[in-house]
């Protein structure tokens, strides 16, 4: 009987380790999901206290449509003839901060520069910077860092003159925005 | 299983073959059982999405945005959700009517621009999941999973591996 149950028990140990060192059921995929997320610091936009302007412009007498432009990136105001262009011109300028390598968008809608006194307006279509040159939609920035320092966007314009524009001081403020693309 | 079910076969065969030995002998009965499955398996099928997730101005802490494993998106009024979001799917098959156990351990995401920014999403698993049927159809399971944001965390795309592992 001790020969017996030896036997049965060693019977019963090889059953248990068989059952016990048997490979696992578990099962793993060949190719796992992945977590996504993109997180943003909050967007702001500050004005670099520098305006758009087209200094002076003489007109001419005899009819002609023509178009001046204050270039975003600094080079002269283009004039053409029969136009006369003088004074200092600069663009406007504004701060954005956000999130590291991030693309911004910066909206910048027409502006209507209203004559000093009445009279008249003219109609300015902003043109925004980008730095994502040679291609890419004006306004279109992609931020280089996080946090204080922000990448400055430098808004010029354009607006058409003819003979019949009044002559006198023309003013207007923008309305910019930004937002991440 | 062929070499599990050979070994618990001659197994048993040494237990009858002593036990018909001795000339006194006694009878007992064993009862055997066996399970036979299907072998599991289970395939990614859709990736974890928590889109687009802009932090609010001021100091803040402790924001969980998540979504569920019903899909359910949860975005706190001190966050700005916006873009599609989506649950990870699997699909496990192996024998009809068992349960299977899901194992999905926390995912830690990392900031792709610094490795350094890591956030811990918790996962919402069904924990387990009944297979309805044998074979290649099989059944799908959602993970969910949720982060907890504060104002000082570091902005960026973070992205993360789930560990997903399935049993009987």
């Known amino acids: ?181 | 299983m062929r070499g599990l079910a050979t070994l618990w076969l001659s197994t048993v065969s040494v237990v009858a073959a002593v036990a018909a030995g001795p000339a006194h002998a006694a009878t007992s009965n064993v009862q055997v059982n066996a399970q036979v499955v299907k072998p599991l398996t289970v395939t990614w099928l859709q990736n974890l999405d928590l889109g687009t997730i802009a932090l609010g101005t001021g100091a803040f802490s402790g924001a969980v945005v998540g979504i569920s494993r019903a899909g359910v998106f949860t975005c706190p009024a001190a966050l700005v959700c916006t873009g599609p979001t989506a649950v990870a799917k699997y699909n496990v098959t192996g024998t009809n009517g068992t349960t299977v156990r899901i194992s999905a351990p926390n995912v830690t995401l990392v900031n792709q621009a610094d490795n350094t920014q890591t956030l811990i999403m918790v996962v919402d698993s069904p924990g387990t999941v009944s297979l309805p049927n044998s074979g290649n159809k099989g059944v799908d399971f959602p993970l969910g999973g949720r982060i907890t944001l504060s104002s000082t965390t570091a902005g960026g795309v973070y992205k993360g591996t789930f560990n997903v592992t399935v049993d009987y």
């Not at chain 1, 910066?106 to 209203?114: D, E, F, G, I, R």
């Not at chain 1, 910077?129 to 400055?152: E, Q, R």
């Open chain 1, 1 to 181: 009987m001790r020969t017996l149950l030896r036997m049965t028990s060693v019977a019963a140990t090889v059953a248990a380790l068989a059952f016990t060192a048997a490979p696992a059921q578990a099962a793993t995929p060949t190719s796992q999901a992945t977590a996504n997320a993109r997180i943003l610091k909050p967007l702001s936009i500050t004005w670099n206290n520098t305006n758009l302007n087209f200094a002076d412009i003489v007109l001419d007498t005899n009819p002609f449509t023509a178009t001046v432009r204050v270039p975003f990136n600094g080079s002269p105001i283009v004039c053409p003839a029969p136009l006369t262009c003088s004074g200092t011109t600069s663009v406007a300028s504004y701060n954005v901060k956000g999130t590291n390598n991030q693309l911004v968008h910066v909206s910048t809608p027409n502006v209507t520069m209203n004559r000093v006194g009445g009279g008249g307006s003219i109609t300015v279509r902003l043109l925004a910077a980008n730095n994502l040159a040679p291609s890419g939609v004006a306004g279109d920035v992609l931020l280089p860092n996080s946090g204080n320092s922000g990448v400055d966007v430098a808004i010029g314009g354009e607006f058409d003159l003819t003979e019949a524009t009044p002559d006198g001081v023309y003013t207007g403020n923008f309305a910019v925005t930004a937002d991440y693309m």
